[in-house]
């Protein structure tokens, strides 16, 4: 679908399926229109759509494909959501507030028949289980990274760190599959602007490159911060891969400003840091 052309059309390809066409557009005043151009009757189709950077529209977009799908016959629709956004606000922090990964999940479970996402971010909600009761397969990019970082890095002059403590999940799953030193730090964060990052375990920093693993670049203050501590202890060199390149606002600048020497991110939402490419991790489901 729109927001994840090239995706799908990799999928596509190495799932050896037909590629179908959906037309989006809107109306004078802003509603989507949305039609399908090939015959969807009797088929399983399956909805590649990312959930940035526009996650409303890209959501009832998905949530129209979905139900006219089966509205036109199909046997199964099976959305592929690489990116799931509105997973972060996973409680009610403040009085008032809304809490949109249950009410996002909500809608989905009432407009596809599966669900595959790629790294939700899931915090205080453990399982997809939690949030969707039709099928859900969740992936993980780690294999695809781990490749990336072997085929750029070597073990003997890279070391791997985590800017917080979920990060675990991805940089030390990474780096004890590969064989790298890793560490993991603590961050505080104060507001969307403002985050602390503090070293718990030092490493051997000395002539290494190190490579810091996030699932998501935001606004980039984790990745900074994170970069910023490290080069105090004067490496030879900073890298940055995550798996979601949301890259809001002046991030991506922001972090090559710290010093950082490459950004790489995987294909789950299109940008010009894309070097890990999932297609392949997806079109196996298929
Ligand atoms: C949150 O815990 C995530 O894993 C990322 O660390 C976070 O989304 C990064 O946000 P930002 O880039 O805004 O610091």
């Known amino acids: 679908m729109e927001n994840s052309k090239r995706l799908g059309e990799a999928i596509a390809k190495k799932a050896k399926a037909k590629l179908g066409e959906i037309k ?29 950077p526009n996650p409303n529209d890209a959501l009832i977009q998905l949530i129209f494909a979905g139900r006219t799908t089966k509205d036109l016959g199909a046997r199964k629709v099976i959305g592929v959501v690489p990116y799931m956004a509105y997973m972060r606000q996973d409680k009610r922090f403040h009085a008032g507030e809304c809490v949109s990964n249950h009410i996002a999940a909500h ?9 595959i996402t790629i790294d939700p971010h899931l915090h205080r909600v453990h399982d997809l289980a ?6 859900r397969k969740k992936l993980s990019a780690n294999g695809e990274i781990a490749n990336y970082i072997k085929k750029n ?29 890793s560490t ?10 403002h985050v602390k990052v503090t070293v718990h375990h030092e490493l051997d920093w000395k ?53 950082v020497k490459t950004i790489v991110s995987c294909n789950t939402i299109e940008h010009k840091s894309n070097g890990i490419d999932l297609s392949t991790l997806v079109a196996k489901e298929f």
């Open 24 to 52: 989006t557009s809107n109306f004078p005043d802003g509603e989507t229109h949305l039609q399908f151009i090939d015959d969807v009757r009797g088929a399983e189709i399956v909805l590649v759509q990312t959930l940035h």
């Open 107 to 115: 809608l989905l479970n009432q407009s596809v028949d599966k669900i």
């Open 130 to 135: 939690e949030l969707f009761h039709i099928e």
């Open 153 to 181: 890095f070597s073990s003997k002059t890279a070391v791997i760190a985590g800017p917080d403590m979920e990060s675990s999940q991805w940089a030390k799953t990474i780096a004890d599959s590969i064989g790298f030193n």
């Open 184 to 193: 993991i730090f603590s961050k505080e964060r104060f507001s969307s602007h």
């Open 207 to 259: 002539n290494k490159d190190v490579i810091i693993i996030d699932d998501i670049v935001s606004a980039g203050h984790t990745m900074v911060e994170a970069a910023k501590e490290i080069k105090k202890r004067k490496p030879k060199s900073v890298h940055c891969i995550c798996i979601h390149p949301i890259f809001a606002g002046k991030a991506f600048e922001n972090i090559k400003k710290a010093g």
